[in-house]
């Protein structure tokens, strides 16, 4: 039977493209909205993620999220060293200057200012120069996205100088660094020069990184430094990347975009992939009808029914996921503003699911349509 269920599914060549192109289309559609969504949530954390080596972020007890702080003063930095089951802690500046090349051309760019001693939060990837340039005058390190920002067309190279609120800086280092938010460049300096990059403020220490000593809890070391003054806040570098992913997905419309998006997907592939096999079915009623007549059982033809649509949403998910993968891969090298975003796999199971649910509620009318057909139709004109 399945191998008759099989020739009529494909002896109709014209709707059973129809419908895995369908379900293809709305997979691809679903899946490529749904990534976009994680990629662009994934980048507001970049500057978080980009720092590992810190178990807990210490920062104002009112900061919602990473892009929007209050400074702390020196006095929190001692506190925070004070508790503990802190192995060290160090300072992180985090701001916003504006960089000019010497052609003119300018932008506003994220400095993390490193603390002088450890160099904490530094870049990990280097793609040309040295972390330890850091500690010349003036040195920066930018991201490959911001050097081909301001250098369009030119190899990466070291040495080249620009202008950074009126003071001078060189650029000693280039590195990878997660795509941020904005796509605005990403810089590193000391966080001596970068206090001076910045418009001057009574105090300008944004965060205080933290490592725990061996065996420390760092829930319990979170709520310990939580606790030694009033306007301070604890959180794991974990937590922190969260709160700022619900900041973004609380307070923008991307989600509500988006989601639109992948719902019109949702429906339009239900009803176009719903309507084609119910079409598919009706016109297939004589065939049904003379099987029930020999003998064949409701049960039967709803299994040949069902393996029908499991293998046009098999087809269908299948290319509408390698349409998906496609086009993130061959869209990863053709912009460097588009890195980051990728096919997820937790995407790729979720949409799976999404195909299934469609499929199924595709074959429910055939089904009902075939189970109370009378067998007599057959011997009708």
Not at 276 to 289: A, V
Not at 352 to 361: D, K, M, P, S
């Amino acid at each position: 039977m399945n191998f008759v269920a099989l020739k009529m599914l494909l002896g109709d060549r014209s709707k059973f493209l129809g419908l895995v192109f369908s379900i293809a289309f709305a997979a691809f559609l679903m899946a490529h909205q749904a990534s976009i969504f994680c990629g662009l949530m994934n980048r507001t954390r970049s500057q978080i993620k980009d720092i590992p080596d810190a178990d807990v972020w210490v920062m104002d007890k009112e900061t919602q999220y990473i892009d929007e702080v209050a400074a702390l003063t020196t006095n929190d930095l001692y506190r925070v060293r004070g508790v503990p089951g802190v192995a060290w802690a160090v300072r992180l500046f985090k701001g916003n200057p504006r960089v000019r090349a010497a052609d003119g051309r300018f932008r506003t760019v994220i400095l993390m200012g490193l603390d002088d001693e450890t160099l904490v939060g530094a870049p990990r990837r280097m793609l040309v120069g040295n972390i330890e340039d850091l500690r010349r005058p003036d040195a920066v390190i930018i991201d490959r996205a911001g050097f081909y920002f301001f250098f369009p067309n030119t190899p990466l190279s070291i040495g080249q100088v620009m202008e950074m609120n009126d003071r001078r800086v060189t650029i000693v280092g280039i590195c990878e660094a997660s795509a941020p938010f904005a796509t605005f460049p990403v810089m590193f300096t000391r966080y001596s020069q970068a206090v001076n990059y910045v418009g001057r403020e009574r105090n300008a220490l944004s965060f205080v990184l933290v490592k725990a000593a061996a065996g420390t809890d760092v829930s319990d070391l979170c709520r310990r430094i939580s606790a030694v003054s009033p306007k301070l806040k604890a959180m794991t570098g974990y937590d922190f990347e969260w709160a700022t992913i619900r900041y973004y997905i609380r307070n923008t419309g991307i989600p509500v975009n988006f989601g639109i998006t992948v719902m019109i997907a949702l429906v339009v592939g239900t009803v176009v992939a719903g309507q084609t096999f119910y079409i598919f079915t009706i016109e297939n009623l004589k065939q049904f009808g003379a099987l029930k007549a020999i003998g064949v059982t409701n049960l039967r033809i709803v299994g040949m029914i069902l393996l029908q649509a499991l293998l046009v949403g098999i087809i269908g998910y299948a290319l509408g996921m390698a349409m998906c993968a496609a086009f993130f891969d061959l869209t990863r090298d053709a912009a460097i503003q588009l890195r980051g975003f990728i096919l997820l796999w937790q995407v790729a199971v979720g949409t799976a699911g999404v195909v299934f649910f469609i499929v199924l509620l595709a074959s429910l009318l055939s089904i009902r349509k075939v189970l109370f057909l009378e067998p007599a139709i057959v011997f009708r004109g």
